[in-house]
């Protein structure tokens, strides 16, 4: 009896696999490496307030708590690092060797964090380890996202490329939300002291066990054959690679502004913002995240699905103004004492924001670019609005609040973000190739 092999061809060297798998199957696979990653990622943050005292318990409580948000801040500003190297190795060597790469890096480091002894048994050494492990994240999580969503792009049928990368979102949301369910889970059945004491370990252990099985996933899947028909028209001379076009980085990178804005401070920072400045109970905040996140993995894909038919600057323009509109409305209605009732509304309605300004914007970012120059441009494209305007937003609006004395002042950082997305989009071109071949063939028939 005999086996099939996948058809293989040389590249830089090495031999890699070349035979297109089903859409479904690279789909899946990158989105389960790309959620441990993002599992990993965040489990520092749900933690920091365990993690304070055992690795800087020598300070007061209130600068403790802040070096470990620096220290998770840290891996945030490596980011872009980490897009710049895994973009330009993704383009030269491979999208799957970075993939696998990127996985085994996050693993490492949450098993590194999981095993580090505390600052009362190590001292000095134990934050410094810590903190050497949140870096390693960091870079590796500069090259996972975009290139999981450029190998999903070049593996998947042009006409359904925005719907596939949708679920790309969906895995990523949908990780966070899970790490954020383990911690409350542990809380629940060990207790508060047993989880301070010894028992954050196991979440962080349990992604670099898991990790392993996105790993052998990915490692199934052959190399895009895109990649590597543009690497041998390289390598024969038959093409030149082209220079990467910095001026649509820069118009792309705008686009993904009120995308990283709205996640981090409609989602992420929402419950910190309804504590602090509205007087509501976590409880209640955190509900109404959890109900709005859950809307927002339903819609990544649905609104990818729209923009394979309508085109990608469709929703975009439809959630930025929305997002210019809402912001401020939004904000006014959870001023007061709302109930629990109108957060979730309000987290919804954020939700479909967030959804409709970013679910777009992978695919819309992998049709910009040529074969060889697009995971360093979708990389540098995504990485640098997050960590400048998507992580920092949580400081900026605060300080604006201060500066401005209301609450509301994050409403007007979200409407300029928008209104800056509205422009860019104008000289930005359409690239749905459904939607092209639609209008070209409407055309044709009014001729």
Known sequence: ????????????????????????????????????????FTLFAFFAVVLAPAFFPAMAAESSLLLTAATFGIAAFVRPLGALFFGLYGDRIGRK???????????????????????????????????????MQGFSAGGEQTGAATFIAEHVPPEKRGFYLGFLGSAGLGASMFSAGIGLLLSTFLGEAVVSDWGWRIPFLLGGLVAPVGFYIRRKLPESEAFVRAAEEIKDHKAARPPLPYRRMLMLA??????????????????????????????????????????????????????????????????????????YPLYLAVQGAPSAGRIIMIQCLFGILMSLVSAPLPTYSSEQFPTSRRALGMALSMIIPISLFGVCSPIIVTWLIIVTGTPLAPAFYLMAAALLGLVILQFLPETSPAYLRRRGAARAGLQ
């Not at 060297?13 to 441990?36: N, Q, R, Y």
Request: charged letters at 10%; hydrophobic letters at 50%.
């Open 1 to 40: 009896m005999t086996t099939a092999t996948l058809p293989t061809t040389a590249v830089d060297g090495a031999t890699v696999e070349t035979s297109p798998p089903k859409p479904l199957k690279v789909v899946v696979a990158s989105c389960i490496g790309s959620a441990f990653e993002i599992y990993d």
């Open 97 to 135: 060797p970075v993939l696998i790469i990127t996985l085994s890096m996050m693993a490492i480091g949450s098993v590194m964090i999981g095993l580090t002894p505390k600052y009362e048994t190590i001292g000095i050494w134990a934050p410094i380890i810590v903190a050497f492990a949140r870096i």
């Open 254 to 327: 705008s686009i993904f502004i009120p995308a990283t804005v709205t996640n981090y401070l409609g989602m992420v920072f929402m419950p910190t913002y309804l504590k602090s400045q509205v007087g509501v109970s976590l409880d209640d905040a955190f509900k109404g995240v959890m109900v709005g996140s859950a809307l927002v993995i339903v819609l990544m894909p649905t609104v990818g699905a729209l923009s394979d038919r309508f085109g990608r600057r469709t929703p975009l323009r439809l959630g930025n103004l929305l997002l210019l509109l809402g912001a």
